[in-house]
């Protein structure tokens, strides 16, 4: 029987299926204390996610496929080869935002590994660019696949997980587990519009929140430092005690050697 309810929201569960800062800690997290536990998300939080790589204005600017099919008219000079322009053209993208669809740099952390999947053997800038935009559809449907649930589960299986961010974030024992963690998608059980007079950077979180409080749960991953911050202040919520425990990237800087003498306790 299981123990306790863990809500996740989209900042949880993103570590979880792509590698970000966060993934190390996440997996750590979820096998070290909730393996016998029941994780829940809501619907709208897995749709958050489905949001962020969904490029539905389709513009040189904010759309990263769009902006590949350039590499068409390529004209080699000097030492830049078609997967070099490709890089280039993925960071030429639009600024800003930590995710969100139009940041480029999120762009390139996602698509870069599928530039290095193309074959060096295609010299063609026409046929490079049409190999390239099938490869980056078909990570989209990979991702999008992955964040849907069936019968109402997620299954989440390390083995199974996207490069992202590189790999340099995670161990490589990591990959040693073979269970996999299964993630009830539950229908949403408020209306969005109820957060609408919220701020636009917080009205998602609140909302998560509050649905994970109103199903009970025992504690809330979340991966966002801000979240606490952002958290629904209804009579309801605040009625209802529940621990918010926030990833941390400290998991991957001890990885990476980059753990100041603070962080580490001594
Ligand atoms: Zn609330």
Not at 18 to 41: F, K, M, N
Not at 152 to 180: A, C, M
């Amino acid at each position: 029987m299981k123990r306790f309810v863990i809500g996740l929201e989209s900042s949880s569960i993103m570590p979880l299926i792509a590698v970000s800062p966060l993934t190390q800690d996440c997996y750590e997290i979820i096998w070290g204390r909730y393996l016998s536990d029941t994780l829940i998300v809501h619907n709208d939080s897995v749709d958050e996610l489905k949001s962020i790589f969904n490029f539905r204005a389709n513009t040189f600017f904010s759309n990263p496929v769009k902006r590949m099919e350039k590499i068409r008219d390529f004209h080699p000079r000097g030492e830049l080869s078609l997967k070099g322009a490709a890089m280039k053209l993925l960071l030429d993208g639009q600024m800003g935002g930590w995710v969100g669809n139009k940041n480029s740099r999120v762009q390139t952390f996602f698509f870069s590994d599928v530039v290095d999947a193309v074959s060096n053997d295609i010299k063609d800038p026409a046929h490079f660019a049409g190999v390239l935009v099938q490869k980056m559809k078909a990570k989209l449907a990979r991702y999008n696949q992955m964040l849907t649930p069936a019968n109402g589960t997620l299954t989440v299986d390390i083995g199974q997980i996207l490069p992202y961010w590189g790999y340099h974030n995670v161990s490589p024992s990591l990959f040693t587990e073979k269970r996999t963690l299964k993630i009830q998608v539950l229908p949403d059980n408020e209306l969005s519009e109820v957060f609408e007079s919220y701020p636009s950077a917080t009205r998602r979180d609140a909302y998560h929140y509050h649905m994970l409080k109103k199903e009970r749960v025992e504690q809330i991953l979340v991966g966002d430092a801000n979240y606490s911050k952002n958290i629904c202040s209804c009579p309801g919520c605040r009625a209802y005690e529940c621990d918010v425990k926030v990833l941390k990237d400290t998991s991957r800087k001890r990885i990476l050697n980059l753990t100041s003498p603070r962080e580490s306790g001594h």
